[in-house]
């Protein structure tokens, strides 16, 4: 389900994804295929995961790899979960062919 919000993203977000929410930051940002496949990964990720303990891997891995970059940018990217997404968010078949807990070979 897609919620359009402005107010419930944190500055410089376009897209946030918390099952089973993908919420946008404008209503054009559904045509941005990039976009959404990006966030589908992540439904993926926490469906796997079971939404809770997805969370918490995150977090701890941001916490982590915020200690191992030192710059908060960098560590974010750096998140597995968020590595396998930014790496096949232009592939729009990427999820019919996705193995199951695939991101963690991104850690």
Known sequence: M???SKYLLPKGYLGLTIFPFIVLKSKNLKYDEILMNHERIHLRQQLELLVIPFFLIYLLEFMVRLIQY??????YKNISFEREAYLKENDPDYLS???FWN????L
Do not use: G
């Open 97 to 99: 062919s996705r193995s």
């Open 103 to 106: 991101s963690f070979k991104y």
């Open 70 to 75: 030192r710059h908060w940018l960098r560590a």
């Open 2 to 4: 897609i919620l359009v």
